[in-house]
Each structure stands twice: as C-alpha cells, then as structure tokens.
C-alpha cells in the first residue's frame, strides 16, 4: 500500500478511479440556511445517491498540477495566517490541501455555522506555491479547483501554539494525533473487498470522502465535528466525526452505510499501518533495530479472551481472522515506546500512535481480518485490519454503526492480567533443526506481579495441524522481572504457514492475553 507522502502525510493512499460526489447535489453558491443541518441531512444525501448508478468524476485537472512531481508538490503550502477561524481567535483552526499529482480528485468543503450552510471556496491567494511556477494565463483559467483535503489544528502539546490535531486527505482515510504523538497508521471510513474479488475480476474498491461540513467551535470548545458524505461503485456513506483532543485523543464515530450492489468483505472501521521489520523479525544490514508504526493486532472478544498477533512482513499477502460472536475491541497497537529499540531520530516511530477502536452498542457476529503484504521499505503500508460484520446489508439496507477511535501513546489499552512485552524469534546457543524455529516471548502485569515467588506457571501452548511443539519452558526473568516463555516449532511443511497460540496458566487460571503468532511459508 504505497505512501506518496512519506513525510508529511506519509500513510496516505491514493488509487485512481475514486468518486466525485454526483453534479446534482448542492453546488458551491452562497450560505445556505439550512437550520439543524446534520447527520440525519447527510444520510439522507447518502440514501440518495445509493438508488442512482454510480456516476465517475470527470477528470478536469489542468495539466500542470497533474505533472507535479513529489517535492513540488510538497512545496505548495496553505498559508498559515490565512487560516480558517484564526481571526476570530477560535479554540481549532483548519488550512487545506492543494490538488496535484497523487491529490487528482476535489472534495468540497462547507463550513457549518448558526446562519446555515456556508461552501468554502478556493482562492489561489491563500497558497504559497513554493519554487513553482506557473504561466499566469494558466492560472487564471484554473478557477475554484476546490480541495483534494483539510487539517485542523488545536493546542494539544502547548497553549501558545496550535499543533496539527486531525487530517482528511485522500479515498476516506483520516489520521489523528494524541499529545506527544507523530504521525503513523491512518484509520478509513470504509473499504471494500481488500482481498479483492475473483469473481469480479477487480481488485479492492476504495470507496472516497467527497463532500464534508465542518461545525464552526464555539469560541470555549474543546471538540471539533466533521460530517462527511462517502460515494464509491458499490456503496454510500454518512458519516460524523467528533474529536477530543487530549493525551489520547478521542475520536467519535456515527456511520450510517447503503451499499448499490453485493460487496464480498465490506470492512469496518479499517486501520492502515506499516511493519517493515521487528524483534520478530531483525533486519540483516538495518542498524535500526526495528521499524514500524505498529508491531501488533489486539483484540477483546466479548467471550473475555484478550488476543495479541505480532505483526511480520510476509513475502506474500497473507490474511487471517479471528472469528467472534462479539466484539468488544480491536486495534493496531504501538506497544513498544523506548527509543532504543528504534534508535531512528528522525521518525521517531516510538511516538507513533496504537489506534484502539471501541464498538459503541453490539455489531453482532462477525470477524476481526488481519491483512498482511509484503513491503520492501518504510514507505508503504502493508498492513490493515478491520472488522468483517457476519451479515452485510442488502443493497439498498442501512446499516448503522458506531465506535469510539482512542489515540493512545504511553497510556494506552491493554489486558486486565497480563501483556506480551515482547516477541523474539531465533536461535540462542542451541542450534536449531532445519525445520525448527524457536520464539522466546517476554510477559508482564499485575496478574504476574501478584505470584508469590515459588509460584509454579506454565506455557500452555498449541499449533495448528502444519506445527510440532518440540520444546516449551517458562520462568521469572531476574533482569526484569518479567515472566519469559521459549518454545520450539518444527513446521512440518515449509511451504505452508503455521499458527501458534500460547498463554500462561497458574492453578488452573490464565494469567494473560493469548500470544497468537504466525509463521510464514518458507
């Protein structure tokens, strides 16, 4: 999943093909007042255009933007004091994005205010185009592009100074920061068929935010409301965002989905991340010791069983899930947060966010899907994570859902009993069989920290009919306190993956979250 803008915006993935909203609805013009205009306002928009064929924007770019390459692109800035709101000394301010290169496609912007409905136009005034030039005449005949996105700033590390807090730029991904936080995984409103459909012939359909309305803050508030409107082939969306910043910040999410057409995996809340390499799997010649945005799934059922799958970088796309009756989170999580074990002091990656999404009410049956493709730098995602409802709507149904999305740094969720602290896999002194690989995994927690310490632990580990457990230990490590597990694997048939669960017992109790790994095809 490639990231054009591994920098700035490094996590966001443009495909091209992606929707304009239809022509017939609300064109740009003077405020409109609609009283109350909201959720309800936009669904019905959605509803709409779920009964029409899918209309494909035009593509009306002038060529000059299109040829920009990655730096000049970058180089084309909102400028700051044009801000929006920043007259009026208001709590959040929003800048906005210019289109060009990867950004193909406008979205239009609406500021929601007491009086109505107000579109914000673009004026090329508010840009600084950096070292570009372009011809005046061309210029001229550019006219309102409009946007390919929008940020908004807040004071969240200092009150002097307002820090980018929240960002919508591309398909319907969106990314969000706690205090202290850098960018990293993004979160999407939807997407459909990530695994593609062999039955259509198609690859993964990346339905697009087309259209938003942001609530002007009043000049106290401490929360910042977006309403979008997503279109794509197969599928129609409203959607409400409401963020509270803080050290993790808090996302509020209301989605109401109507799908044109049959989908294979309509996927919920996805999140997008990047693993390139880790504790589980070193690099050869990389002085970084790991690189990554995030280094695993967790997830809660509502069983009461805690889950956590250390992420890898599969040679091949590998997907797997976690089939459940309920829900009660997931998320790909940031857990390691010691600059040591990066030692990169310009991504900074132990300040990346763990992204927790927390269902609000029950979504029923379904499964957790865990997509995994190889990438050969940090550049690119390659992994995201979602859930799979049992049962997708019928075309023309709506399905309503909402959850909680937590931005979390130091503090962030975790077992009630006890954690994976970390996952090693190699060989010690002991050399290891042809076939054989060995996985030493560090635990940690109060359901630990509370053994006395003759406390007698076990591993009880399992695999799946492609793996033999040959060795399984577990003690107290004196250097930290932890309580470490090694075990060996035989995988039976290299050609094929092999999963490993494990979990330590005392008396008949579990004592922490279920480590479930993967070992890939060799």
Do not use: C
């Not at 190889?374 to 799979?388: G, S």
């Amino acid at each position: 999943m490639t990231k054009p803008m591994p920098h700035a915006l490094r996590l966001i993935r443009l495909l091209p093909g992606l929707a304009l909203l239809a022509a017939t609805l609300a064109a740009p013009g003077p405020a409109r007042a609609e009283a109350r205009f909201g959720f309800e306002e936009v669904a019905a928009r959605a509803q709409a255009l779920a009964r029409q064929p899918y209309q494909a924007p035009p593509d009306t770019l002038p060529a000059a933007l299109k040829q920009l390459n990655y730096d000049q692109l970058r180089d084309i800035r909102y400028r700051p004091e044009r801000a929006l709101w920043r007259r009026e000394g208001l709590p959040f301010e929003l800048q906005f994005f210019h289109l060009g290169k990867f950004q193909t496609q406008a979205v239009r912007l609406n500021e929601l205010t007491p009086q109505g409905v107000r579109p914000l136009q673009f004026r090329q005034e508010d840009f600084d185009y950096g070292q570009n030039r372009f011809d005046a005449a061309q210029r001229r005949a550019w006219g309102d592009l409009g946007f390919a996105g929008f940020r908004a700033h807040y004071a969240l590390n200092n009150p002097a100074y307002k820090d980018e807090l929240l960002v919508f730029l591309g398909a319907s991904y969106f990314r969000a920061l706690g205090a202290g936080q850098h960018y990293g995984l993004s979160a999407r409103g939807l997407a459909i068929d990530t695994t593609g459909d062999p039955a259509r012939g198609s690859g993964e359909e990346f339905p697009r935010f087309t259209e938003f309305w942001i609530e002007r803050p009043g000049p106290q508030a401490r929360s910042l409301t977006v309403h979008a409107l997503l279109d794509s082939p197969r599928a129609t969306g409203a959607y409400r965002f409401e963020i509270h910043p803080g050290a993790s910040s808090r996302m509020e999410v209301r989605a109401r989905i109507f799908l044109r057409g049959p989908v294979r995996t309509l996927a919920l809340a996805p999140l997008t991340s990047m693993f390139m390499f880790g504790e589980n799997q070193p690099h050869r010649s990389d002085f970084r010791p790991e690189v990554h945005d995030s280094d695993g799934l967790l997830l809660a059922s509502g069983s009461g069983e805690w889950i956590w799958r250390p992420l890898i970088n599969p040679r091949e796309t590998l997907t797997t899930s976690f089939a459940l009756d309920r829900l009660k989170g997931f998320g790909l999580m940031q857990r390691d947060r010691s600059f040591a074990s990066y030692e990169d002091s310009e991504a900074r990656y132990e300040l990346r966010p763990s992204a927790w999404v927390e269902p609000v009410g029950d979504w029923g049956p379904g499964r957790v899907e865990l997509m995994l493709l190889h990438t050969p730098d940090e550049t690119q995602d390659n992994v995201v994570a979602y859930w799979v409802p049992q049962r997708p709507p019928a075309p023309g149904q709506a399905l309503d859902f909402a959850y909680r999305l937590h931005l979390q740094g130091e503090q962030q969720q975790r077992p009630p009993g006890a954690w994976t602290v970390q996952s090693r896999l190699g060989r010690g002194f002991a050399e290891l069989a042809p076939d054989e690989q060995q996985y030493v995994v560090d635990f940690s927690g109060p359901a630990l920290d509370a053994l006395p310490e003759n406390a007698r632990v076990q591993a009880v580990v399992s695999s799946d009919a492609n793996g033999q457990i040959t060795e399984r230990n577990v003690y107290r490590n004196p250097a930290t306190g932890h309580w470490r597990m090694s075990l060996r694997v035989r995988q039976l048939r290299p050609g094929q993956p092999t999963e490993l669960r494990a979990f330590l017992q005392h008396q008949q109790e579990a004592l922490t979250e279920t480590w479930s790994t993967i070992l890939p095809a060799r």
